[in-house]
């Protein structure tokens, strides 16, 4: 395989750029030439490729967002979309992707591995919810941005003797917002996960005033929602002004951690050496510290099992 192609789609996440260099630079190591696929399947299709060096990927390695770019492509989700972008591999001479992103890029990669372009999918979002790894580039950058934006906001909390209810990222699983809600000592969290009643949560702050606790954070994944009921019916029901905030994106932006960078770049390389084997349809991912890979279809259909464990001690040190 003398030329492959690398590219960032769906939802950025804090390290792709980290990924993004490892690509380039391991594939040149092995005699290779890289194309930058700009905007994800879109640019496929649009013909937005570039070609990358070693000193096209210098200094991005501590950047948040992609400098490759993203988007949600439609007309990718189309035979005649996907038929374009196999021609203009074709045209560019690109004989393999690397795709980073989420389940949604994983499918994309497996159309194209169909039609004859090899990929390899590398694990890329903030929610941490593909199945096929332990650990998705984003999640720590994401973890710590939400962890800091709720220690300031329990700041103002403890000051008025307030209760608040932020909602982090997160719409269909709660791993974001279970860790977070971990390391800030929530009273509760929320999440898509566990059903849950409000009344409870409502009683277990009453008990917690009985010790002297005046203020409370509540964590509540977006999947879940409601935070500004939520508020309100706290509210009415303990007589605590309580508030709402939405995070959003603030928690996708930003330098990557230590361990985002780390894993990008063994994802990074681990995708490349399978190119260059002349191996596709793969992904890359995590399992008990070690970079492994799954057949694309066998990693779609993998279930990923909500830590109740986990769960279970937030609950238990949240009194």
């Known amino acids: 395989m003398k030329t492959i192609g690398v590219l960032t789609s769906g939802g950025d996440a804090p390290g792709m750029n980290a990924a993004v260099r490892a690509v380039v630079r391991t594939a040149i190591s092995l005699g290779m030439n890289v194309k930058g696929i700009s905007r994800g399947y879109n640019g496929l299709i649009e013909g937005d490729i570039i070609d990358l060096d070693v000193r096209s990927v210098s200094d991005i390695i501590h950047r948040g967002g992609t400098v490759l770019y993203t988007a949600r492509s439609p007309r990718f989700k189309t035979e005649e979309g996907v038929n374009e972008a196999v021609e203009n591999c074709k045209k560019f001479g690109i004989e393999g992707i690397v795709v980073i992103g989420g389940d949604g890029s994983y499918r994309g990669a497996r159309d194209l591995s169909l039609k004859g372009i090899p990929c390899v999918g590398i ?4 929610d ?3 199945s096929s790894t332990e650990y998705a580039i984003g999640f720590d950058t994401a973890m710590n941005t939400a962890m800091e934006m709720v220690d300031k906001i329990r700041d103002t909390a403890q000051s008025h003797d307030r209760c608040s209810v932020v909602e982090v990222m997160g719409r269909h699983a709660g791993f974001l917002a ?9 009273t509760a969290i929320l999440v898509p996960e566990v059903e849950f009643n409000l009344n409870d949560i409502i009683n ?21 929602g409601g935070v500004d009921g939520m508020a309100k019916e706290i509210e009415a029901q303990t007589g605590i002004e309580t508030r709402a905030t939405i ?3 603030v928690q996708r932006g930003g330098s990557p951690t230590v361990r985002d960078r780390v894993y990008a ?22 399992n008990h510290g070690q970079v492994v890979d799954y057949d694309i279809y066998e990693a779609l259909n993998m ?9 279970e001690v937030a609950n238990t040190t949240s009194i």
């Open 123 to 126: 694990p890329g979002t903030i």
């Open 128 to 130: 941490n919810d593909i």
């Open 178 to 186: 279970l860790q977070c809600g971990i390391a800030v000592g929530a």
């Open 204 to 224: 277990k702050i009453r008990e917690s005033q009985k010790t002297g606790k005046q203020h409370f954070v509540i964590v509540v994944a977006e999947g879940v």
């Open 247 to 249: 995070l959003g994106h």
């Open 265 to 286: 770049t063994r994802f990074g390389y681990a995708a490349v050496h399978l190119l260059n084997k002349g191996i596709g349809n793969r992904v890359v991912g995590m």
């Open 303 to 311: 279930k990923k099992p909500f830590d109740t464990e986990m769960f």
